[in-house]
């Protein structure tokens, strides 16, 4: 199947210990300058998508409910075009999402979708 989000296993690891935590979690991505272009994680429905923002997915982490994956439509029409990896790195992000207070933060890896992925997508 072809997925347009994945993790990494860091990043599933912290996934867990979050969702011990705070209970189920989303992930939202607005696009921006700063912290804007970082996956915020949140308790899931506690950020509200809008109309205009794209469901890439849920990431299916073992141990734990799918975690939804959304980023609003305008950054969405820059990154349509590629596979989005949600990695984790040692560094303070954003005060709003929920791994702020960890030391790390998480961030995007990407890559051009293949012709294939590109053509099982649309």
């Not at 921006?32 to 990431?59: I, N, Q, R, W």
């Not at 995007?108 to 979708?113: A, E, G, M, P, W």
């Amino acid at each position: 199947m072809t997925r347009r989000v994945d993790l990494t296993p860091a990043a599933a690891d912290l996934l867990r210990q979050l969702v011990s935590l705070h209970g189920p979690v989303m992930f939202h991505q607005s696009g921006g300058c700063c912290d804007g272009s970082a996956p915020m994680c949140y308790p899931l429905g506690e950020f509200k998508t809008g109309v205009s923002d794209v469901h890439l997915g849920a990431l299916e982490v073992e141990g734990i409910e799918d975690v939804p994956v959304w980023m609003s439509g305008p950054q969405f029409e820059y990154w349509k075009h590629t596979h989005l990896t949600i990695d984790v790195v040692p560094g303070r992000g954003s005060g709003f999402s929920l791994e702020a207070p960890e030391g790390v933060r998480f961030l995007i890896r990407s890559r051009l979708l293949t012709d294939e992925e590109s053509a099982a997508l649309n």
